[in-house]
Every structure is written in C-alpha cells, then in structure tokens.
C-alpha cells in the first residue's frame, strides 16, 4: 500500500504565498485579484496561473514576457517561503507520515509545484518521503494524472493500492483518472469527486482511511 501526497493546502498552506506573489505582480501590471480569484489557481501549474490572471486583468503579454513575469512571481515567492519552518505543517500531517512510515506504507509527493522539495526541507518532511515527483518531472498538469502515475511507479505500486491527498478538485480529478483512490482534505461540498474527505490529519488511522474509501 501507498500514500501519495499533494503539498500546497495538504501538508502546507502556502496558498496565501502564491497569493501574496501573484497580487504583487497583478498590482505591478495595473490591476488587482480577489483571494476567492485565488482559489481557481489552487493544483494549477505556474503557466496557467499566468495565463488566468492575465485574462482577469485583460493584459496581454508576449510569451518572452510572461516567461520574465512568471520569473519574478517566483522571485518574490521564493523569498516568502525561505522564511518557512515546521510550525507552518498542517495540523496532524507530521504526525500522519510518522504513523505511515511505522507501518510501513509507502510515501510518495505528487505536486505540481517545482518549489516543493525546498518546501519540504524547510519543513523538515522530506526524509519521509521515497518518491518526490514535482513540477520539474512532469510535462502535464493536474487534471491529467501523470504526476501521480510517476509517483506510483517510484513506490513500485499500481493505482488501486494507493490513495492520493489533495485539496484542489484539479487534483482529485487527476487522482481519479489515474485509476487512485481519492482522499479530499478540506470541504465535502467543492470536493465532491473524492471517494472520502477529512478536515485534517488529526487522529486519522491509515488501515481505516483503506476501508472507508474501499467501500466508497
Ligand atoms: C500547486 C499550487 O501546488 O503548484 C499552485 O497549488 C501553483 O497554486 C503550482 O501555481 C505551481 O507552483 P510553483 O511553486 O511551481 O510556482
Ligand atoms: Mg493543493
């Protein structure tokens, strides 16, 4: 069995990060986005963020521009994250991967972020996981399931022995083309598609997590 999880809103809330970054650069070219904006930018990769906040502002930019304009939003989001520390976990999620690794399930990251190993290690997570596939090792993003799809292939795993934790609907939409369970961190409501949700970590047994989505 193994566990394949997403990293921003899963394991850390660096949301408000990629948030604060993206406004910079927006506020930089003349116009502004809401945080509910924001939230359609939650599993999608740095291009297609662009490409989303420029047609909000109705700016249009040559493809020269916007690999120089997704440069410096990763400029100021690189210095909002150097400061992070493993207070910034979720709650439960430390624990959870300590309970996975003792009974020997596997741990593989599936983010679309190509920040996240140094996410990971200024967190203090990375030594749980066997498998990081990021933004740097995939050529489609999530809805498409190939992050996860690497990710079991480095566990050795086929889809159906593992479960994928996600918080974005791009991202239970992937785990569930691929032929994954699906776990939902955050509200049943939007994330509809997952065979199961959780608020948090706390307290989660992973052989109960296997049942619930068994029978889902
Ligand atoms: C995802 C985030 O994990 O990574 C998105 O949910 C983000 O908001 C994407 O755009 C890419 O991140 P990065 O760090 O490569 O710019
Ligand atoms: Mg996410």
């Known amino acids: 069995m193994g566990c394949i999880f997403d990293l921003d809103g899963v ?6 990060y990629h948030f604060q970054a ?9 116009f502004d986005f809401s945080e509910a904006d924001n939230e359609k930018l939650k599993g999608v990769s740095r291009a297609e963020s662009l490409n989303l906040i420029l ?6 930019v040559s493809e020269a521009e916007k690999l120089h304009l997704m440069e410096k939003k990763n400029r100021v989001y690189l210095d909002l994250i150097n400061e992070m520390n493993p207070s910034e976990i979720l709650p439960g999620v430390a624990e959870f991967l300590e309970h996975l690794t003792q009974n020997q399930i596997a741990i593989a990251l599936g983010s679309a972020s190509k920040n996240a190993e140094i996410i990971l290690e200024k967190v203090e997570l990375k030594h ?13 993003s999530k809805p ?14 086929a889809p159906e022995n ?8 791009k991202g239970l939409e992937a785990a569930k083309a691929g032929g994954f369970y699906a776990i939902g961190v955050g509200d049943p409501a939007v994330l509809f598609e997952a065979d199961y949700c959780i608020q948090n ?3 989660q047994d992973i052989h109960d997590l296997f049942n619930k989505v068994k029978k889902a």
């Open 55 to 60: 047609g909000w502002g109705g700016v249009q």
């Open 11 to 16: 394991i850390v809330d660096t949301a408000k």
């Open 162 to 169: 593992c479960i994928v934790f996600e918080d974005a609907e």
């Open 128 to 140: 749980y996981f066997q498998v990081l596939i990021d933004g740097n090792k995939v050529s489609k």
């Open 144 to 157: 498409d399931p190939e992050v996860f799809l690497k990710g079991a292939e480095g566990l050795g795993l």
């Open 22 to 30: 993206w406004k910079q650069l927006a506020n930089d070219l003349g």
């Open 201 to 203: 970590f706390e307290g």
